[in-house]
Nanobody, 114 residues
């Protein structure tokens, strides 16, 4: 069984930055698996924010391109989401996902005030 746990959310003013972390544990060969960040705002469907492959190829939602950066540290079984130039529309619960194991985290709240 694989678990993923997010941290790093919080309240920030528009234009500010946050870095989310996601640590994976359990029966996982982390370095060989893709990882992703999703978010869900109230009343909206969960959407992909960013993903990263084992080869560190990245993909981003159009709405966050140029502002967010996904990265990974395989030695720490950790994936990060650096979020810059945050906007109120980025307010959501952010989830980490390990698709190879269908493992979701519990989510971390990000609130951006205007």
């Amino acid at each position: 069984q694989v678990q993923v746990v997010e941290s790093g959310g919080g309240l920030v003013q528009a234009g500010g930055s946050l870095r989310l972390s996601c640590v994976a544990s359990g029966k996982i060969i982390f370095s060989t698996k893709p990882m992703g960040w999703y978010r869900q705002a109230p009343g909206r469907q969960r959407e992909l924010v960013a993903s990263i492959t084992s080869d560190r190829l990245t993909n981003y939602a159009d709405s966050v391109k140029g502002r967010f950066t996904i990265s990974r540290d395989n030695a720490k079984n950790t994936v990060y989401l650096q979020m810059n130039s945050l906007m109120p529309e980025d307010t959501a619960v952010y989830y980490c996902y390990a698709p190879a194991y269908r493992a979701w985290g519990q989510g971390t709240q990000v609130t951006v005030s205007s």
